[in-house]
């Protein structure tokens, strides 16, 4: 049997095997640049883990209070040492990415403070973190309050508005690299650099914290190597690689990732606390894989560009486009055919391929949200995933794949069920 009768075996039809054939055909320098990167990235994680001497007792249990665990600290070391930064706490404990965020900030900002966002609305999930929607616990309960600089229509940053913004109590600034549930390209890390040089030249002592969701590794630098105070992020994202079944980080100085530490378990406490539960293992080894898992995603994504922009619909980014994040937005017209591509991408899944994924009320968000995902780990976006609010201008948004080959079946297979649902033009 070949490659394409295997293919027509999961359902592709020939003339929407050939579509992609011809689109990947064009692609060649885009998924070249891909595998330059990520061999750089694979280097600066092994580079890491040679410096900090790591061997099998890392990998050890611990439970209970987790003192004395070296092997949690050593992988703390080993994050420092990728992202260039005094110390970082990669825990477990911290749930997800929303979780790592609010700690961040809660650890920071104290009563009588102000948060600035200067690249406009935060992701929908940090909008009952911030207190934008009221919600108890939120950092407006506890007296600290909010400003936004929107974007200008161009998607730059509008300095002149960011200027008039800081004053005396800004005390951090948030900057969300990916572009979440908007459909405004993400920022390089270029970008963030000049825009934290900015805000410093403004107000010297500001915090400058980038939510790095989405963006690790995609790039050679990491917006701590531009000036970046702290990153934050998920581990069943792009730094999991696949294999992290929870958890999160913080990277920074020292003296803010003490206090995310103390706000994680307790003051006096701090990063003493904390088992590993026996997942150092896995923690480890998706470090190891991630730069190859996340160039696997970016394939995707630029698979998935390339197909859809052949086809006429709005992409961002556009397929020749510099990556900055795993993140693919579609803008697809209709709530008709947002379903028919998540129901394309959850066929394709390893896990629940049978299942039909519908538009749902989620925690945090204000509109219904359809997400495709038949992941191992539940949630993990560096899986195969698509997802989006179910609102105007009905962009669905793509990304992950542990393999590039996995990647580019869910993309034919959005194309086929939105061919059979007629909804595509000829192909």
């Known amino acids: 049997m070949t490659t394409n009768e295997m293919y027509q075996q999961l359902g592709i039809s020939p003339e929407v095997l050939d579509f992609g054939q011809r689109v990947l055909d064009g692609l060649d320098e885009e998924m070249s640049r891909v ?8 280097a600066k994680v092994l580079s890491a883990m040679h410096k900090n001497r790591l061997n099998a007792t890392h990998f050890n249990l611990s439970s209970g209070y987790g003192y004395d665990d070296e092997g949690r600290d050593n992988l703390e070391r080993v994050y420092a040492d990728v992202f260039h930064t005094e110390a970082a706490l990669v825990r477990p404990q911290i749930t997800c990415g929303t979780h790592a965020l609010a700690l961040a900030l ?3 900002l104290l009563p009588g403070d102000e948060l600035l966002s200067p690249v ?4 929908d999930t940090l909008e009952e973190v911030i207190g934008i929607r009221p919600s108890p616990g939120s ?3 506890y007296g600290v309050s909010y400003r936004q600089v929107d974007l200008l229509p161009d998607g730059s940053f509008d300095y002149d508005g960011i200027r008039a913004a800081i004053h005396e109590k800004t005390k951090l600034v948030t900057i969300q690299r990916s572009k979440g549930y908007a459909t405004r390209p993400s920022f390089s890390v270029e970008e963030i650099g000049k825009l934290i040089a900015f805000c410093k030249s403004c107000k ?3 915090i400058c914290m980038v939510d790095n969701c989405y963006g690790e590794l995609v790039e050679r630098q990491e917006p701590t190597d531009v000036g970046a105070d702290m ?3 998920s581990l069943i994202k792009n730094l999991g690689g696949g294999l992290a079944p929870t958890g999160g980080y913080v990277c920074g100085r020292q003296d803010l990732i003490d206090r995310c530490a103390y706000r994680l378990s307790a003051p006096g406490l701090g990063k003493e606390v904390g088992a590993n539960l026996g997942l150092l293992t896995s923690f480890y080894q998706g470090l190891f894989l991630a730069p190859t898992v996340v160039a696997s995603s970016v394939k995707g994504a630029i698979f998935t560009a390339g197909c859809y922009e052949a086809l006429g619909f709005r992409v961002v980014p556009g397929s020749r486009e510099v990556r900055r994040d795993i993140i ?8 008709e055919a947002m379903c028919a591509f998540c129901k394309g991408i959850q066929a394709a899944a390893p896990v629940d391929s049978y299942v039909t994924p519908e538009p749902w009320a989620m925690p945090g968000y204000d509109s219904d949200v359809i997400m495709a995902a038949g992941a191992f780990v539940q949630g993990a976006s560096i899986e195969l995933s698509a997802d989006g609010p179910i609102r105007p201008p009905y962009a669905v948004y793509f990304q992950g794949g542990l393999t590039w080959y996995h990647a580019k079946l869910g993309v034919l297979m959005s194309l086929q069920k939105l061919h059979d649902a007629g909804l595509l033009p000829n192909l």
């Open 328 to 335: 693919q937005a579609v803008e697809l017209g209709s709530r």
């Open 106 to 108: 809660g650890a920071n």
């Open 35 to 42: 595998d330059d990167t990520a061999e750089y990235n694979q």
């Open 139 to 141: 950092l407006r309960e």
């Open 204 to 206: 010297p002592d500001i």
């Open 120 to 123: 406009g609305a935060p992701y």
């Open 231 to 233: 990153v934050v992020g």
